[in-house]
């Protein structure tokens, strides 16, 4: 007698199938997607190079970086009559370190309603030099192009001239830290201060004309002075059409710093790794495999080569190396790219030996926002800022190499085909979806 009761029990349900399952296909088909639904479109013939190989540069991107139409317009909000005080940005560590912090403390005096006095480069511990602003950039172009955004001044008025800047620094504070609560109080009482920014800042807090003046100084206001613009020039020029620029990281100072084991590499660079460790001792064991899963570790050349080769990189591309002195394991990259350039084999021995290191840094930087195509094995200062920049000129030939997609395959054992299919994948899903292309600050998605 069970088994009619059984019967009727599930027909019902299957009736109700029926009904709901087309309604749901309807519903999946036509929804709009989200912005966390929407499909990496599939390649397609039309990505393949005359060669019949998919390059990454020919993928069909759906999304770009660009500037926001609300600071590109100009100074969205009339100077106050009255200043609160002079404010002098003190900038620390390499070039781009120091333009980092100069565009956020041109922020922060229009945030305070302060006049900004020209900022003071401390370069001599990191670069050995003691080079300054105006050694580097043209002080009177970005006098000008900040007219509007925020009062700026060459020389203090004679009261205060004589005086040394009351010193705030905010650069240890880890919390967000806000600005007109812990800083506006230090102006409005001594006039005329000296701040380090903050690495973390309640940048929610702007209003839009801080931003756009922050916006404004970090993109449009820094041009090299001319003899360096000309250096810089004179270097693009010589470096054979077209070419990819690529900011390659494998310096013992910086291998050592990311406390990062490697089993294979040269006698030679062990013991320049080792003697730049001091007390910052390797990780080893499960600590050093999830430190190395969690993309910390600087790509050697030799894997910065393999990653290059499975996004359809040429190998007869012409590179022009964007780094510093005393690269390990250059041979890993240069026994595959051949096309290798630097700046001391297209300059003079002469020009090379004179430059110090924010003159080696500008060059760098001014070849690779000028480049047909940049890549970075890291995403500093410099990568920040060279991206960006490219977005403002409408060059969107930009990739950064994900350190942690390469450690967790290389972990699961990957190899050959299987390795080069992955690391493709990986970094087609950032191309297409203009992944860490630009600064969120002063740029707005734009979906293509």
């Known amino acids: 007698m069970s088994l009619p009761v059984s019967r009727l029990s599930v027909r019902p349900i299957f009736r109700v199938v029926f009904v709901l399952l087309p309604l749901l296909l309807v519903f999946v088909l036509f929804s709009p997607p989200t912005p966390f639904s929407e499909k990496i479109p599939q390649s397609d013939p039309a990505e393949l190079s005359s060669k019949g190989k998919l390059v990454i540069w020919d993928v069909r991107r759906i999304v770009d970086w660009r500037p926001c139409k609300w600071w590109k317009g100009g100074a969205i909000a009339a100077l106050p009559t009255k200043s609160n005080g002079y404010i002098r940005v003190d900038c620390y560590g390499g070039l781009n370190q120091m333009r980092r912090d100069l565009c956020d403390g041109v922020g922060i005096a229009r945030l305070l309603n302060a006049t900004l006095v020209l900022p003071k480069f401390e370069v001599a511990a990191y670069w050995n030099e003691s080079s300054g602003f105006a050694d580097v950039f043209d002080v009177d172009y970005f006098v000008q192009q900040l007219k509007g ?170 590179i022009y190396l964007a780094a510093g002195d005393g690269l390990l394991e250059i041979e890993g990259l240069t026994s595959v790219y051949t096309n290798v350039y630097t700046k001391s084999s297209l300059l003079s021995n002469e020009d090379f ?93 734009f979906k293509l």
């Open 149 to 318: 955004f925020v009062e700026v001044t060459k020389e203090l008025p004679p009261e205060i001239a004589n005086k040394e800047p009351f010193r705030v620094d905010c650069s240890k504070r880890k919390s967000q830290f806000d600005y007109v609560e812990s800083v506006l109080p230090f102006l409005l009482e001594h006039r005329f201060i000296a701040i380090t920014p903050a690495m973390s800042q309640r940048r929610d807090r702007y209003p839009l004309y801080a931003k756009a003046a922050l916006c404004q100084a970090c993109y449009n206001a820094l041009r090299l002075t001319r003899s360096l613009e000309s250096k810089s020039t004179e270097l693009l020029n010589a470096i054979p059409k077209p070419f990819l620029s690529l900011h390659l990281r494998f310096e013992p100072d910086m291998v050592a710093y990311s406390q990062c084991e490697y089993t294979d590499l040269s006698s030679s660079s062990m013991a320049a790794i080792d003697a730049a460790r001091g007390d910052r001792k390797p990780f080893s064991g499960e600590a050093a495999r999830s430190w190395r899963n969690r993309g910390k570790c600087p790509l050697a050349p030799k894997e910065t080569a393999l990653i290059l080769q499975a996004l359809g990189i040429p190998r007869n591309t012409t």
């Open 353 to 445: 030996e004179r430059m110090h290191g924010n003159t080696k840094a500008a060059l760098d930087y001014y070849v690779s926002i000028n480049s047909d195509a940049y890549i970075a094995t890291y995403f500093g200062n410099m990568d920040k800022m060279v991206a960006a920049m490219r977005a403002v000129k409408g060059l969107f030939r930009t990739l950064f190499l994900s350190r942690r997609a390469f450690a967790q395959y290389t972990a699961m054992e990957l190899k050959g085909k299987d390795l080069v299919e992955a690391m493709w994948k990986s970094h087609r899903a950032d191309f297409v979806l203009g992944r860490g292309s630009a600064l969120p600050d002063c740029f707005c998605e």
